[in-house]
């Protein structure tokens, strides 16, 4: 068996909360598509422009106050996350360390809910507008949506773009 997580670690805002978050769900990476035909073909295809929306949430195993202190700020303040993992194989003989970098706003609060003497679980959903990936510290994905950024292994995919809008 490969790339079983061992443990991970998450930072908010540069805090680390070792202990407090239960579950981590990264960014879901999806590619926005439309279908197109055009005249003389006879079958459509998907023409992708760019990459869905981003979110990612922290499932937490305590009620939060500082996530209570981040909903609502001003627009156009990010919070920066971030989230390591260790993986190794079932041997411990291959490991790797993948960081993901995020920056957005808290979109949703939600503490779940409430029974008689049973912890207490809140979960966090964050809108993103920027997603790095870092796989034993090269970079392999990162998505700066404000910027039209989308660079694959540190090679610029929207680089051309920019030439033709002359930016």
Not at 69 to 89: W, Y
């Amino acid at each position: 068996m490969k790339d079983i997580t061992r443990n991970f670690s998450v930072f908010v805002d540069g805090r680390g909360f070792i202990g407090e978050a239960k579950k981590v769900s990264p960014p879901k990476l999806a590619m926005k598509v439309e279908e197109f035909i055009g005249g003389g073909m006879s079958t459509p295809i998907e023409v992708h422009f760019g990459t869905e929306k981003l979110e990612m949430s922290v499932t937490w195993n305590t009620t939060r106050s500082a996530s209570f202190d981040a909903f609502g700020i001003r627009p156009g303040v990010k919070i920066p996350l971030t989230f390591h993992r260790a993986l190794a194989d079932a041997d411990g003989a291959n490991t790797k360390r993948v960081t993901i970098h995020v920056r957005g706003f808290l979109k949703e609060l939600d503490e779940g809910d409430t029974e008689n003497q049973k912890a207490s679980e809140q979960k966090d959903l964050f809108a993103i507008d920027y997603y790095r990936r870092l796989e034993n510290g090269i970079e392999k994905l990162e998505i700066d949506a404000m910027l039209g950024i989308i660079k694959t292994n540190g090679v610029s995919q929207t680089a051309w773009i920019k030439d033709a809008l002359m930016l």
